[in-house]
């Protein structure tokens, strides 16, 4: 099933290039209140098996209209927390040592390399179309593309095994990063260098657990002005989802909403005002941007 945000703030499923009305629907069965986020809606649909099976029958949730004459919106805009993994495949850790400067991180183990985590502002979310906008301080800004899961039932000291129950879905994430000025050889920066307002693009939509078989099964795909740049299998993460749940779990109570990043493959090309970005991950869909310039000048 894909959840989606659409138009004037309204929860949808999309199916059959048709979006239905799912948070009308919870509102009129008393599931949700009329003033509701997307987060209530996750968290409805995650930890309420009513409101699930409300969404699955689309002919009872009230008169759809066409997904191409809709607006969709990042598919939700106020997760408790983004925590996106860092250097999580080996071509991408070579590629940002000629890039920036990395260090070498070929001898860390695994909680050692997932001990990188970072967090990205909520209010750097943008949703489908964008744009992303290049901040006028910068001269080099790069787009990463990752798959990324939400977080439905709250996860505590998860093991591997059980990870992926405390999934709700999953979507593709947009990881917009400064390089200069405060990149090269400097690490303790991302947050601010990752987390300028319109630097995390989410979407299309949330596609949830049940219709993705394995997500370290998936094909990844970017263009940049109609040219492929990156083409990347989640097969080749040195950490995968199950290892970055178990991880974040034994540090934190991972909360209904929180997205989980995976990191970016190789491939990562560096952006101009104009450009534009298609990003596809296996049965998961597609996502474009556009980039602008700062408004400033």
């Not at 191409?68 to 071509?91: E, F, K, V």
């Not at 992303?132 to 093991?159: M, N, Q, W």
Request: net charge negative.
């Amino acid at each position: 099933m894909k959840i989606c945000h659409y138009d004037e703030g309204r929860a949808g499923v999309v199916a059959d290039d048709q979006v239905w009305p799912l948070g009308d629907a919870l509102v009129r069965h008393g599931i949700l209140q009329p003033r509701h986020t997307m987060l209530e809606v996750i968290d409805a649909l995650a930890n309420d098996m009513r409101a699930m099976d409300i969404a699955r029958n689309t002919q009872a949730l009230g008169t759809p209209k066409p997904l191409s004459g809709t607006r969709l919106l990042a598919p939700i805009t106020n997760p408790p927390s983004i925590w996106a993994a860092a250097a999580n495949y080996h071509a991408h850790q070579a590629e940002m040592k000629d890039r920036v400067g990395s260090y070498d991180r070929s001898a860390l183990t695994a909680d050692d390399l997932m001990a990188e985590f970072f967090l990205k502002p909520t209010s750097s979310i943008i949703g489908p179309g964008g744009p992303v906008v290049l901040p006028r301080l910068s001269k080099h800004v790069d787009f990463e593309c990752e798959l990324a899961a939400i977080i439905g039932k709250p996860a505590r000291y998860a093991t591997e095994e059980n990870a992926l129950d405390h999934v709700f879905g999953y979507l593709l994430c947009w990881d917009f990063s400064q390089r200069d000025p405060w990149a090269r050889g400097r690490h303790n920066t991302r947050n601010i260098r990752k987390g300028f307002d319109t630097f995390t693009g989410l979407g299309p939509w949330i596609v949830t657990r049940d219709e993705i078989a394995e997500p370290q099964d998936l094909h990844i795909l970017v263009e940049q002005n109609g040219t492929a740049v990156m083409k990347a299998h989640t097969a080749d993460m040195i950490c995968g989802l199950r290892e970055h749940i178990r991880f974040l779990s034994e540090v934190l109570t991972l909360r209904t909403g929180d997205v989980i990043t995976t990191g970016t493959p190789a491939g990562v090309s560096q952006l101009a005002a104009g450009d534009v970005l298609k990003g596809s991950i296996t049965g998961i869909g597609e996502m474009e941007v556009a980039v602008a310039a700062d408004p400033r000048g």
